[in-house]
């Protein structure tokens, strides 16, 4: 029968027979109701009339109705009736005389008074009866069609969510997307991902407008700059900026005072190599570290000379310079090739120090962190042709901060923020997952923005980018365009447990085949399909708060922002290369030995030994 699986003539014969069928079905639920509503009518009637009569108005109506028929309808002229009287006596009276006796008239005027009444219930009755009957069908067939909730995550709309938080628990006047968020899950970390111009950032100023009003301390990585127009306060807040005029200054040896944080910093300046030896990572990692701490006691330090003594100077000065420390036994003589290995590793990390302002007080972040007083807010801004040059100093500030934040008092009353947009952009943060598993007792509230999640992966890991999400208890879900990230996101949002019913209908040309069979069947869904990620517009998005509140839907609206500052204002490289060179002693005043380096050559030793 195949020809009708595809044909004219087989969908008019689906078509019809199903018709037909579902019509036999509803008249045969029109007639069921019917006869009981008729039935349901009559009791109605009856009741009533009993109630509201006494028996010998009932017996004279009976009577009443006798008389008429065998006088009027069956012409009996000498027809008689009997009537039972309430005290037992009976009497038989001529029909001709009952029709006409005025007071058994009157009798029977209140009897049909009665039976009018007694209509006009049957008919309320009969209403009442059809719309709780129509209430009842409708709401069990609703029953049987829909899905049936048994365990699991639930989606509702944003209002319903927002009015179970506010029933439930205690909020702290955070909020995306107008939801208020409980203030215990503050510093249990949001995860704000999407794809580019689906709304990150209108949850991020958003975010940044209730930190601002309560006064509370931020970090914030700001590639695009929008957060710097908007709420940077020139005076107050820190820029760290390479190539940003407002830029502050910043070194390695104002961050770091203790030995290991030397070895800190340098692991996250150096991450690990995609490659499966450790070796040159860790190696360079050591050099790093020993030529930092060595260098922390010379009166003429800058980030420009380290650079370039590791970069430029003779590898057997730098030996000599590192002899005594762990660098030296990496950059043994007689191992030029390896040597040169590591310091190529080297290079290709610590360029972006070279750029950095050596005029001016330095910014230390984990002195920031440790100073609870006021609101100041730090911004770390770049732009986009500059994220490769910078993305190794950028993770070595965030990761500093990072783990500045478990190096506080612990205050759980504290709200500290760390909000990182782009987070895959960045090399891997090392202390990034310690922060979020252990902030949470220091007031450190995380916000991490991804874009794609094979992205993250390709920095992090799979085990590892899945345990930075499962650290964050809110997420923020907006449209991924790529079916991978949908996917990771949908299963983020969690899966519902319910009954659902299958509906299967058979036909044929016998009647006796066609029927309708309903079975229910549990099965896990996702609350949020991975396409309907994809295919959301842009604003709106999901909000999973965790713990025992549903899923919610949202749409955003853009709040036009007054803008009071540059997002970036570009430095002048020249400018202050030129400060520095006429800074210098020898521009001063001659003298040949250079005691402020600026771009340092090999001459600038002494004695065969660095400086």
């Not at 955003?556 to 922002?561: H, I, S």
């Amino acid at each position: 029968m195949s020809i009708f699986r595809g044909s004219n003539i087989g969908n008019v014969t689906r078509g019809g027979q199903t018709t037909i069928h579902y019509l036999r079905m509803i008249w045969q639920v029109v007639v069921q109701f019917s006869r009981l509503c008729l039935i349901l009518f009559v009791l109605a009637i009856a009741t009533t009339y009993w109630v509201k009569t006494t028996p010998l108005e009932r017996s004279l109506a009976v009577g009443y109705i006798e008389a008429y028929v065998k006088y009027e309808g069956l012409k009996i002229d000498d027809a008689t009736v009997s009537v039972t009287y309430p005290d037992g006596r009976s009497r038989t009276i001529p029909a001709v005389g009952f029709l006409r006796n005025q007071e058994i008239h009157r009798v029977l005027d209140r009897s049909t008074h009665a039976l009018a009444f007694g209509v006009v219930f049957g008919f309320l009755a009969l209403a009442v009866f059809g719309f709780v009957a129509w209430r009842f069908l409708n709401s069990t067939g609703e029953d049987f069609a829909n899905e049936e909730f048994v365990r699991g995550g639930k989606l509702v709309d944003s209002k319903e969510l927002t009015k179970a938080i506010k029933r439930t628990t205690k909020t702290g006047g955070m909020t995306v997307a107008n939801i208020p968020i409980p203030k215990d899950s503050e510093p249990a970390h949001f995860l704000i991902v999407g794809a580019p111009g689906t709304g990150k950032s209108v949850t991020y100023k958003e975010m940044a407008e209730v930190i601002r009003k309560r006064g509370e301390r931020a970090i914030f990585y700001d590639p695009s700059g929008e957060l710097v127009e908007n709420f940077y306060r020139e005076g107050h807040d820190v820029i760290l900026s390479t190539f940003a005029a407002r830029g502050r200054a910043w070194d390695i040896w104002t961050e770091c005072k203790e030995d290991y944080e030397f070895d800190q910093l340098a692991t996250s300046f150096i991450p690990d190599q995609k490659s499966n030896d450790p070796f040159w990572a860790t190696a360079a990692r050591i050099v790093f570290a020993a030529m930092a701490r060595k260098l922390a006691t010379h009166p003429q330090r800058s980030n420009k000379l380290l650079v370039d003594k590791i970069l430029n100077a003779d590898m057997e000065e730098i030996i000599g310079f590192l002899k005594g420390t762990e660098g030296a036994s990496i950059l043994s003589e007689g191992a030029e090739k390896m040597a040169s290995s590591v310091r190529a590793v080297m290079a290709t990390y610590i360029r972006p120090l070279k750029y950095l302002q050596d005029n001016g007080p330095t910014f230390s972040i984990k002195e920031w962190a440790r100073n609870d007083d006021g609101d100041q807010w730090v911004f770390i801004t770049r732009k986009d042709d500059q994220k490769d040059v910078v993305k190794p100093l950028i993770t070595a500030w965030l990761d500093t901060a990072s783990s500045a934040i478990l190096s506080m008092e612990p205050c759980r009353d504290r709200r500290i923020w760390l909000l990182i947009d782009e987070l895959p952009s960045l090399n891997r943060l090392p202390t990034i997952t310690d922060t979020l598993a252990q902030s949470r007792k220091f007031g450190g509230c995380g916000v991490l923005g991804v874009q794609s999640y094979p992205q993250l992966v390709s920095i992090y890991g799979r085990d590892e980018a899945d345990t930075l999400a499962g650290m964050c208890s809110t997420w923020a879900v907006f449209r991924f365009n790529e079916e991978r990230s949908a996917k990771w996101a949908s299963l983020g949002l969690g899966s519902i447990e319910q009954l659902e019913t299958n509906e299967g209908i058979s036909y044929g040309v016998n009647d006796i085949r066609d029927g309708v069979s309903l079975n229910r069947q549990r099965h896990v869904r996702p609350i949020v399909l991975p396409t309907e990620i994809q295919f959301l517009p842009d604003l709106v998005g999901y909000l999973k708060l965790g713990r025992s509140f549903p899923v919610a839907q949202f749409k955003l609206k853009r709040k036009p922002l007054k803008k009071i500052a540059e997002g970036f204002i570009h430095r002048d490289l020249k400018g202050d290369l030129l400060e520095a060179v006429e800074a210098a002693p020898e521009a001063k005043d001659g003298n040949s030995e250079t005691t402020a380096p600026v771009e340092s050559k090999k001459n600038d030793y002494v004695d065969g030994a660095l400086f």
